[in-house]
């Protein structure tokens, strides 16, 4: 089994942790309907539709 010949120092780890936080978030696709960025798999904000179906009511104001 390998073992490591010294501590590793909380400044490498942290370093190396540091690296895997940088990960980017889901992009923002084009909603068909409306044209304004929507998330994947989440309801519209603009149009309140999910796979075309109306799901919720939006209010203009």
Known sequence: MAVPKRKTSKS?????KAQNMKRKIARAG??????APALPHRVCPTTGKYK??????VSDG
């Not at 075309?52 to 009511?57: A, E, L, N, S, Y």
């Open 12 to 16: 490498r780890t942290a370093s190396r």
């Open 52 to 57: 075309g179906r109306q799901v919720i009511t």
């Open 30 to 35: 084009l909603d068909t309907e409306s044209g």
